[in-house]
């Protein structure tokens, strides 16, 4: 198989079958397609859904807790011959053993679960744990590396590569950054990634700088201020051997795909709401 075909099939809005699918998927080093269906509500749509898995040859992972049509999806899965995962019904039914209640198959409380507890998934708390150099001592943990200069959206990107399931701490490059042994020790183990500037973007910083001041500060000794920032960071990450991304025109997404081809994080994701 050259590429992993997942489909997150909800009645609701899905996020929770599509990040299951994503954390799950990121395990292998394979290419992956993720494809969400969202307000899958009727009979109809259940077949089509399982029809479009069986020509992509996909497995499917649902969150369905309208009892019917969740016993419909296992059904014509299993007719079909389509892998499918329901998510839910697993803890569902221990819940249940255990507390004796009756579950109240209420569409789109796994919604609301996504941002209380998917909020606090373990890639999450990670990256927030090991943003700006915090926590050094658990960086072996890291999935990637990433060092920058000021500017360059270390925290942002970190974040978003984090709700991919990555597990990302990012270190800041400045004039005096020295690095940090324990970065030091994972050369060659850990994926890192070096982000850049271009000279407009640099020039920019520069004027912003000499504006923060009164009177602004004296050209040359931002000049020379920012010749020192640039050339340590140059240093760091040639010494690292880091895989360096100008930054400068590309957004958080672009720069996010770099980083997942480069180091073979891949996955497409895709959103399709069938008619209703």
């Known amino acids: 198989m050259s590429t992993l075909n997942i489909f997150a099939v909800s009645d609701s809005l899905g996020e929770t079958a599509e990040r299951i699918g994503v954390a799950s998927a990121l395990q292998f080093n394979i290419e992956r397609n993720l494809t969400r269906f969202s307000r899958i509500v009727r009979k109809e749509q259940v077949v089509d859904v399982v029809n479009k898995a069986k020509q992509a040859d996909a497995i499917i992972v649902y969150t369905i807790v309208i009892p019917e049509l ?16 329901d998510a839910l019904q697993p803890l569902l039914d221990a819940i249940q053993q255990k507390t004796g209640l009756e579950p109240a198959h209420i569409t789109g409380l796994t919604h609301q679960m996504d941002e209380r507890y998917f909020n606090r998934m373990a890639a999450i708390e990670y990256t ?41 701490a990012n270190y800041p ?23 850049d500037l271009d000279i407009e973007s640099l020039l920019e910083m520069k004027r912003e700088l000499a504006h923060k001041f009164d009177p602004p500060l004296n050209l040359e000794y931002i000049d020379e201020e920012l010749e020192d920032v640039l050339e340590n960071a140059y240093r760091t990450f040639a010494k690292l051997k880091c895989e360096v991304i ?24 895709a959103h399709i709401k069938l008619e209703e």
């Open 70 to 85: 969740s016993e419909f999806m296992k059904r014509i899965t299993t007719e079909q011959g389509v892998i499918a995962i």
């Open 173 to 195: 490059i400045t004039r005096d950054t020295q690095i940090p042994q324990e970065i030091m020790d994972l050369r060659g183990q850990k994926p890192m990634v070096g982000l």
């Open 246 to 269: 100008n930054v400068a025109s590309r957004d958080i997404e672009e720069t996010a795909n770099i980083i997942m081809e480069k180091f073979k994080f891949r996955i497409r994701m």
């Open 128 to 168: 927030l744990a090991h943003d700006n150099g915090q926590n050094l001592d658990t960086l072996p943990e890291a999935d990637l590396i990433i060092l920058g200069l000021p500017r360059t959206s270390k925290t942002p990107l970190s974040m978003y590569l984090a709700n991919l399931g990555l597990k990302v």
